[in-house]
């Protein structure tokens, strides 16, 4: 039985929605410390999962901002200068905004009751704001850092450096090594229950580390596991009837694309027969140190065509 050592019941001066009423939600706290989210609504909930991450871990939640903003660079100097350089060069901002209105209603409530959380947390707690600029932060740009960490996990930082340097095999390999997860069903148990046991090889802190919650509203939520930083749902755990895990493995999540370049002008590749300009854009990179904005010129495919694989590797 859980055992509950501290309540909080969050009253917030601050202008949200009028869906979200702080005192409505509670944070329970067993003895190991995991949060426990109790509201009638899944965006009040969304805003308790916030408010208690930060209590825990506001340093990292702060730097998922900054990466929504296009803003490492001035929190981290080189090293986040160039995940800024990454989020630009896969168009991650353009993304979010061109498929915004293609997310559910239901789900577009669950972020602004996350970002409105944080943002209160924020406001209640100006000392520990590291980045000033940070806050407050808006729903697209906590969807852009949501995506730009969806590609961490699918190995874009270990795929472009090897894009880049030109050490992309031309011939697909295989690694067997990875994450796992072993279900076991009631029928082969010595206590006739099921288990569910999730390794995702995760580190132990940072944007990609696990924090485990315990959510649950009265729309009909209730479930327990980990999240990301930012996460404003349980991304593997399990509720009354199912477990759910996502691993880190070799299975195919991301496509490699080999182009044919026109032997007489390096700006263009063939599709379907036709040679194709590469689009050109400017990258501006904002770095701790630097007095001064870095503008990096990049070239990549014109995202406008379809993108039809002469070779792919890493399948």
Not at 34 to 51: L, M, Q
Request: net charge neutral; glycine share 8%; charged share 20%.
């Amino acid at each position: 039985m859980m055992k509950i050592f501290s309540t909080l019941f969050l009253f917030i001066s601050i202008n949200i929605s009028a869906q979200i009423n702080p005192s409505n939600i509670t944070i329970a706290r067993d003895s190991f410390g995991v949060p426990h989210i109790f509201a009638p609504t899944d965006p009040e909930v969304a805003y308790g999962i916030a408010w208690a991450h930060a209590e825990d871990d506001f340093g990292t939640l702060q730097t998922v901002v900054q990466s929504g903003k296009g803003m490492l660079g001035k929190a981290l100097g080189k090293k986040g200068a160039e995940a800024d350089y990454v989020v630009q060069l896969l168009r991650i901002r353009k993304t979010v905004d061109e498929q915004w209105n293609t997310l559910s209603p239901d789900f577009v409530a669950l972020i602004k009751g996350y970002v409105a959380g944080l943002n209160a947390y924020a406001k209640a707690h100006p000392k520990e704001v590291k980045y000033k600029k940070a806050f407050p932060f808006d729903e697209k740009e906590y969807m852009t850092s949501v995506v730009f960490s969806i590609s961490l996990f699918c190995g874009v930082e270990q795929a472009l450096p090897q894009i880049l340097g030109g050490k992309v095999a031309t011939i697909p390999g295989f690694n067997p090594q990875g994450s796992n997860a072993f279900a076991m069903n009631s029928a082969k148990t010595t206590t006739g229950e099921s288990f569910l046991a999730i390794n995702a090889h995760q580190p132990q802190e940072g944007p990609v580390a696990f924090y485990e919650a315990h959510l649950q509203s009265e729309q009909g939520w209730n479930m327990l596991g980990g999240l990301f930083p930012g996460g404003c749902l349980i991304f593997h755990g399990t509720n009354e009837n199912l477990g759910w895990a996502h691993t880190v493995n070799y299975q195919d999540k991301l496509d490699i694309f080999q182009l044919e370049m026109n032997p007489n002008n390096k700006n263009q590749y063939k599709f379907d027969g036709e040679w194709i300009d590469l689009e050109k854009d400017k990258a501006k990179l904002k770095v701790k140190g630097i007095p001064i904005t870095i503008g990096k010129k990049y070239t990549g495919v014109n995202m406008v065509q379809p993108l039809k694989p002469i070779k792919e590797f890493f399948h």
